[in-house]
C-alpha cells in the first residue's frame, strides 16, 4: 500500500521563525540548516549549520544538503527563492506582515509537517493569551503613546505586526499610518522633529540586532521635552523576540511591550 509522507524530511529555514516554530512542534530533527541571525531557540545554533544572512545565502551549501524545502520569508529574499527554485529545489516563501497572518503561517507550517492538530493547539494558546493581555489593555485608564523605533539612523517605525501588537498590549503607535507599508524604507520618520511633536509616552527601541543605547536618544536635540525622555520611558526589547514574524513575537515580544505599558500605566494612571 502506498504510504504517504508526513511533509519535507529535510527542511532548510532562511529565517528564525520557521526554525523557532519547528522546534516548538518537536519537528527538528527535519531542519538541516539555519540561518545565521536565528539565535531562538539557542540549541539550534549548535546542532544546525548556518547557510544564510538575511539577503544572502550559501546557495552551493543549501545544495549540499539536499533539502525537500526551503522556508524563507518576504520579498526581500525573492533573489535567493529564485536561484534555489532553478535549480530544482522547492521554495516555499511566506509574507506574513499582520498578527493574523503570522497565525496563518505558522498554521501552514504546522500543516506541511503533518503537525496541524498540534500546531492548532498551541496557536490557541498563543491567541488565547493575546486576548487576555488585549483585555487587560483596554482596562487601563488611559493608554500611552508609543513610537517604536526599528532603526535609529535614519529613524524607522513599528512595522505592522509590532504595530498590531503594541495595541494589543495597551498602547497607541505614534505612527499608524505608516505601519502598513512592508518595507523599512517606507516606514522611514525622515524629519526627527514630528516624532517630538507627537509627543510619545513610551519609546521602544529594537535596532535590528544593534544595542540600543537609552542615553543616545535622550540626547537627540530637542527631545528634552518629549514625555519619554523626561519619564525615563526609555526600553529595549531585542529583535529576535519582536521583529521576527513568529512565535517570539506572539509570545515573549508582546509580554515585554505589556508590561511596559502596565508600568507606564501604575505611574500614570
Same mark, same amino acid.
Given at each position: 500500500m502506498l504510504e504517504i509522507a508526513r511533509g519535507p524530511r529535510r527542511?532548510?529555514?532562511?529565517?528564525e521563525e520557521?526554525?523557532?516554530?519547528?522546534?516548538?512542534?518537536? /519537528?527538528? $530533527?527535519?531542519?538541516?540548516?539555519?540561518?545565521?541571525?536565528?539565535?531562538?531557540?539557542?540549541?539550534?545554533?549548535?546542532?544546525?549549520p548556518r547557510v544564510s544572512a538575511f539577503l544572502s545565502a550559501?546557495?552551493?551549501?543549501?545544495?549540499?544538503?539536499?533539502?525537500?524545502?526551503?522556508?524563507?520569508?518576504?520579498?526581500l529574499q525573492a533573489d535567493i527563492a529564485a536561484e534555489l527554485v532553478r535549480k530544482g529545489v522547492q521554495v516555499t516563501i511566506f509574507n506574513q506582515r499582520s498578527v493574523e497572518e503570522i497565525f496563518a503561517m505558522l498554521y501552514q507550517v504546522a500543516a506541511m509537517v503533518g503537525r496541524a492538530d498540534d500546531g492548532l493547539r498551541l496557536l490557541?494558546?498563543?491567541? $488565547?493569551?493575546l486576548l487576555e493581555i488585549e483585555a487587560a489593555?483596554? $482596562?487601563?485608564?488611559?493608554?500611552?503613546?508609543?513610537?517604536? /523605533? /526599528?532603526w535609529d539612523e535614519?529613524?524607522?517605525? $513599528?512595522i505592522r505586526w509590532?504595530? /498590531?501588537?503594541t495595541a494589543i498590549a495597551g498602547g497607541d503607535d505614534v505612527f499608524p499610518e505608516l505601519a502598513?507599508?512592508?518595507?523599512?524604507?517606507?516606514?522611514?520618520?525622515a524629519d526627527g522633529a514630528e516624532i517630538v511633536r507627537r509627543n510619545p509616552d513610551i519609546v521602544v527601541g529594537s535596532w535590528c540586532g544593534k544595542k540600543f543605547r537609552p542615553e543616545k536618544v535622550a540626547a537627540r536635540p530637542g527631545w528634552e521635552g518629549v514625555n519619554a525622555v523626561r519619564d525615563g520611558q526609555l526600553f529595549e526589547i531585542k529583535s529576535a523576540d519582536i521583529l521576527q514574524p513568529g512565535p517570539a513575537a506572539l509570545t515573549d515580544g508582546v509580554e515585554q511591550l505589556h508590561r511596559i505599558v502596565l508600568a507606564w500605566s501604575r505611574a500614570h494612571g
Open positions: 527542511i532548510v529555514c532562511l529565517t520557521a526554525t523557532e516554530w519547528l522546534y516548538l512542534l518537536g /519537528e527538528e $530533527a527535519r531542519i538541516v540548516g539555519i540561518s545565521g541571525y536565528t539565535v531562538r531557540p539557542r540549541r539550534a545554533r549548535e546542532e544546525k550559501k546557495i552551493d551549501r543549501i545544495l549540499e544538503l539536499r533539502p525537500d524545502c526551503v522556508f524563507g520569508f518576504s520579498d490557541e494558546g498563543m491567541r $488565547a493569551r489593555g483596554r $482596562a487601563l485608564p488611559r493608554r500611552p503613546r508609543v513610537f517604536f /523605533e /526599528e535614519p529613524h524607522i517605525s $513599528a509590532v504595530s /498590531e501588537l502598513r507599508a512592508p518595507l523599512g524604507r517606507d516606514r522611514i520618520v
